[in-house]
């Protein structure tokens, strides 16, 4: 298994362009959600999924779209990039329904909007 | 008052130490994890708790579900162990993880 697979590993953006961060699993769990980190604010909830089709807001959904047409894709696009959005962005899955919370990790990747 | 706080937020040892972090919750939770980030920035869950006690190696976690509190041991440290210790909790209401800050541990040879 390849486990959480994120692209790309780094990314810069001007002010106002667009683009998505692509998150994959193949390990057919429900639960997958995109994490921001910031310094001195710990992993912040943007947006999560519980399965194909379901998404809801995070505690920072602001700027950011998710959508969930298959399990192993989460995908987060940002429309419009601000230098707020400038952080390093985690995609996580689990599974829900077996009660087996483990979490999964992609390797982060790191966003600067100048 | 965030709902998940870990004590404390910094934290140095020589090699050898025992080291206790501390996570204490506010909500109720079905679930409470610890995470490893390493300096390179990739995350690992070390452990999920829903009650008692879990050991790996020289990692040990408890939970005390009544107390709200969990706590993270390492036993024998090194300097590999030097890395940010994140404790999320599973709300029971919902399927989300509120993480708490994380503790910066520096082992010292």
Same mark, same amino acid.
């Given at each position: 298994? *390849? ?20 998150? *994959? ?5 429900? &639960? ?15 947006? &999560? ?31 419009? *990039? ?9 995609? *996580?899955?689990? &599974? ?19 | ?55 790996? %190696? ?41 993480? %708490? ?9």
């Amino acid at each position: 298994n *390849a486990g959480v697979t994120q692209t790309p590993k780094f990314q810069v953006l001007k002010t106002g362009q667009s683009m998505t961060l692509q998150c *994959a699993q193949d390990m057919n769990h429900e &639960y997958m959600s995109w994490y921001r980190q910031d310094p001195g604010m710990g992993l912040r909830l943007i947006h &999560y999924s519980v399965g194909a089709g379901i998404t809801d807001q995070g505690e920072v959904p602001n700027g950011y779209n998710v959508s969930r047409s298959t399990t192993e894709d989460f995908p987060l696009r940002l429309l419009s *990039a601000a230098p707020s959005q400038t952080s390093v962005y985690f995609c *996580a899955s689990s &599974y829900l329904r077996t009660g087996n919370y483990e979490q999964y990790f992609g390797p982060g990747t790191r966003l600067t909007v100048t | 008052k965030n709902e998940v706080e870990q004590s404390p937020q910094n934290l140095t040892a020589q090699e050898g130490e025992f080291i206790t972090i501390n996570c204490s919750y506010s909500v109720g939770i079905s679930a409470l994890h610890w995470l490893q980030q390493h300096p390179g920035g990739g995350i690992v869950s070390l452990f999920m708790l829903s009650s008692g006690k879990k050991k790996h %190696g020289r990692l040990i976690a408890t939970i005390n579900i009544q107390e709200k509190h969990s706590s993270l041991h390492i036993t024998a440290s090194h300097p590999r162990d030097s890395a940010v210790y994140i404790c999320a909790v599973r709300e029971t209401s919902g399927s989300r993880l509120t993480f %708490g800050e994380g503790t910066q541990l520096t082992v010292n040879p």
